[in-house]
């Protein structure tokens, strides 16, 4: 990201675009944001960080960078008591196969044996022809190699009445990957069975 003052930001914009376009400099949009940043495992804000799930940065993955030794900043104590109670996390998932309708923010993420309902999915994009994606789930799901089972709802009918239907139906079959990915490597190829 680039912070300009925005009298500059068309004549750079323009001379970005002038000096890579012998190396195939091409603008994009979100989507690629999107798709890089899920691919990578990295959390947006809105999604895997706060939102309708009110996601805290150590569900996140991002504990790290809260420092508990600190003696003291707001919120401190709040934040170590969710912590301990604490139920579900962020993770990365990639299906087993290509193709089938597209999972989206809030569907379901079902427990395959049980086919219960253990968390929803907060994004997913296509890479090299897989879904892939993040989801916040139970505990226990969020191993990785673990599996679980991704549900695409229909996005003709409100969500709130299918629950119930999409257990019926068949999820998609998904491996949780490792949470972030690693160095020049894809991230996406689920661990040997």
């Not at 994009?28 to 495992?41: C, I, K, P, V, W």
């Not at 804000?45 to 991002?62: F, K, T």
Request: proline share 8%.
């Amino acid at each position: 990201e680039l912070y300009v003052h925005p009298e500059q930001a068309t004549a750079l914009w323009r001379h970005l675009l002038a000096v890579g376009a012998e190396v195939g400099l091409k603008p994009t949009a979100l989507g690629a944001r999107d798709s890089t940043r899920t691919e990578a495992g990295f959390p947006l804000y809105g999604h895997e960080l706060a939102g309708e799930c009110d996601i805290s940065p150590l569900a996140a993955g991002y504990g790290a960078f809260v420092k508990f030794h600190k003696p003291f900043f707001i919120g401190r104590d709040a934040l170590l008591a969710r912590e301990a109670q604490r139920q579900r996390k962020v993770v990365r998932f990639r299906c087993r196969e290509k193709g089938g309708r597209m999972a989206a923010p809030g569907d379901p993420v079902v427990d395959m044996a049980e086919r219960r309902v253990v968390g929803s999915v907060t994004s997913c994009v296509v890479a090299d022809g897989y879904q892939v994606g993040m989801a916040y789930v139970e505990k226990p799901y969020g191993q990785s190699g673990a599996n679980i089972g991704i549900l695409p709802l229909s996005r003709q009918r409100a969500v709130a009445h299918q629950p119930r239907e999409a257990l019926e139906a068949t999820p998609h079959e998904a491996v949780v990957l490792p949470r972030f990915m690693a160095p020049g490597g894809t991230g996406i190829n689920p661990p040997e069975e």
